[in-house]
């Protein structure tokens, strides 16, 4: 559709342009045949990929590029940007700036990707960000994820990060379906009892089997534990809990330093869990997803963290918590609940060689030659 445009002057607008393959930009340039043409290119630097179209462009002779860092914006050089008028005229008048980006914004994501992130190269400084190839979960498809309206909804996973091995917070995460939402956040010492800790997930418990009995879902609530540490408390208070009849969910204890179900492509059940979700979270080829996840930014950035790797025998690993926290990125507890809620560790009564539900996607362990 692109191709066979020509015009004595012709202008191409192009916008969002770090999402434009290498096929298209080559077919836009093709356009570039008589004395008066322009090709106007606007975007961000994509965050998860090197050697994009535009980056290509951004570093030829042939184009005037001009960089915008988030420093040479109004809210940073004390520049009037007038009054906005293309708000619903219900929105008092206002000045642009306020749609603009600020110090808060940049703070606030420079603390949760840390400074030398590729999110904060591209978002924050307009460069290209270098050594992104090796992300378990490209940034862009959770955020293609968080607009996805057409996940659909079912019975509860609810995945449970208990704040040990390294981690910062105590996190509790729903799936319903394919739609993950964050449920409970805390640190301190609080999250230091186990049977405190296992309170608050019976109440989660408690508020998903109403909304199983609601919607009529089938089944019982799964409920998966990190069973390291404190969370092996967890898993027993709440087992007794469910003897006395106080809830009905199944309790999963899920200790991902453990043999992986697939032992041969993971080194253990966390990288095979991480994997899960990047699997659910990729795109299809017609560009489609099937789950949707509404992060905040901190989720957002644990998400989008880690990095991953092999080892001698070429199985999948991923970098460790403490690792993650020595690169200045949060310890990803948040990702991890959502993760826990979406995965399936082998347990008794599943056939051997049988996959878990949410392994069986179409492009399932496309991973990559290391």
Known sequence: AVQGIH????LVVVDEAGGISHTLGAALEALMTGGHTRLLVLGNPPTDQEGSWFERICGSELYNTISIPASSTPNFTGEEAGICHSCPATVTLHKVNEHLVNHEWVNEVTTEFGTGSAF??????????????????PLAWIEQSMDNQGAELGAIRIGVDVASDGGDEFTIAWAEGMVCTLRHKSSGQANANAVDVAGIVLEQIRQAEAVHKEKNYGGRVRVKVDSIGLGWGVVSTLRTWGSEQLHNAEIIAVNVSEKA??????????AEMWWNGRTLLQPTPDGSQTIRVDADQRT??????PM????????????????????????????????LALYEPKKSGMPQGTLPLSLTQPNDWEIPRL
Do not use: C, M, W
Request: overall charge positive; hydrophobic content about 35%; charged content about 30%.
């Open 7 to 10: 015009a004595p002057h012709l």
């Open 308 to 339: 991953y790797a092999s080892d001698s025998s070429g199985r999948i690993k991923i970098e460790s918590k403490a690792d993650i926290k020595r690169r200045g990125i949060s310890s990803p507890d948040r990702a991890e609940a959502i993760l």
């Open 261 to 270: 179900r697939e032992s041969t492509r993971f080194t253990n059940q966390r």
């Open 300 to 305: 957002l950035a644990q998400l989008s963290g």
């Open 120 to 137: 904060v190269e591209a978002r924050v400084h307009a460069r290209f960000p270098r050594q992104v190839a090796n992300k378990v979960i």
